[in-house]
């Protein structure tokens, strides 16, 4: 089964930042044991709740960012954040619909995700935020 393991390539250098991404990690990763280990809805329900409201948190915390530094691409970061809670809504409708252990697929859509948005999207913001001249 397949976890994502954090790694200093993942690193930002925000301290708080850096400390929501591995919550977030955690929580993908034991929504990924509760799926491989074919837990009931309710148990993967509640764990999807935590990540969505987690995830809330930490969009929140960057946005703030994004309004200190006036960030050049906030319109197109906000818009990716949005489109993960608009997944997380739909991963949990379907977990509430349908009787039957969440896909896997699923899950290696959040981890794929998260991965890829760290390393791209929150990258380029941490970067531009280092260009910014010292106050
Ligand atoms: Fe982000
Ligand atoms: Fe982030």
New binding site residues.
Partial sequence: MQLLKWSTDLELGLEDIDHQHKQLINMINELSLAIEYAQSNSVTLAIVDRLQGYALTH?KA?EEIFSKYNYTDRAG?DS??EKFNESIKYIRRQCELIDTPMSARIRDFLLAWLGN?IMT??KEYKSFIDKMPVQ
């Fill in positions: 969009f960057e970061h990716e954040h948005h999207k929150d």
